[in-house]
Each structure stands twice: as structure tokens, then as C-alpha cells.
Nanobody, 126 residues
Framework: QVQLVESGGGLVQAGGSLRLSCAPS????????MGWFRQAPGKEREFVAA????????YYADSVKGRFTISRDNAKNTVYLQMNSLKPEDTAVYYC???????????????????WGQGTQVTVSS
């Protein structure tokens, strides 16, 4: 069974940093586009960042551009989300996702992703 396992969430003060990790199990995800999404209480799931299969292309939501960095290490079968200058509005459950058949620029559409992790809570206090 394919699973994505996120880790690295927690409580941090505004201005602080966290690094999330996503380690798929059950298969190698080196050929998949990977993405991070988040969902705050009472809000819809929203796109955060995505990365192409080889790391050559990265995409970010405007709200995190310049503060978050997505990366991957295919040798370790792991995807990362480095989050700096965190703000209270970044508080949410963060989800890792994998797209088996990426095409075009639909990286922000969560319906395109085939596999999801269980989520990790990120809380930023003011």
C-alpha cells in the first residue's frame, strides 16, 4: 500500500522556521511531481508549493513565495518544505501529495494528486 508520511510539524513563534519532510513508502516517487498543500480550520485546502520529478522546476503560492522552499532528494525518496519567516496565518495542517501523471501547469489543483499523507500540524504563535 502506498503511503506518504509527513514529519517536522510543530509549534513555533512568528518569525521562526520549520522544515517539513515527506517520505513515501511502498514505492519510489522519483518520477512523480510532488506538492505541499495546507488546510486551516474552516478553510479549503490550498496549494503551497510543488516540485517537478527531478527538482528542475518549483512552484509556489504567492503567499509563501520568498519564505518557503520546496526541494527533493530522490536518492532518499524524500521531499522537503523549508519554511522561514513563519506567520500566524501559516497555521494549518500541511499535507504532502504525489502526482503520478503531471502535465502542464496544473500543479496547484489538488484533484490532480493521486496520493496524500495524513498531514502534520504547523502552529505559528504571534
Amino acid at each position: 500500500q502506498v503511503q506518504l508520511v509527513e514529519s517536522g510539524g510543530g509549534l513555533v513563534q512568528a518569525g521562526g522556521s520549520l522544515r517539513l519532510s515527506c517520505a513515501p513508502s511502498g514505492r519510489t516517487f522519483s518520477s512523480y511531481r510532488m506538492g505541499w498543500f495546507r488546510q486551516a480550520p474552516g478553510k479549503e485546502r490550498e496549494f503551497v508549493a510543488a516540485i517537478s520529478w527531478n527538482g528542475g522546476r518549483t512552484y509556489y503560492a504567492d503567499s509563501v513565495k520568498g519564505r518557503f522552499t520546496i526541494s527533493r532528494d530522490n536518492a532518499k525518496n524524500t521531499v522537503y518544505l523549508q519554511m522561514n519567516s513563519l506567520k500566524p496565518e501559516d497555521t494549518a495542517v500541511y499535507y504532502c501529495a504525489a502526482d503520478r501523471h503531471p502535465s502542464g501547469y496544473d500543479y496547484s489543483d489538488y484533484l490532480k494528486y493521486d496520493y496524500w499523507g495524513q498531514g502534520t500540524q504547523v502552529t505559528v504563535s504571534s
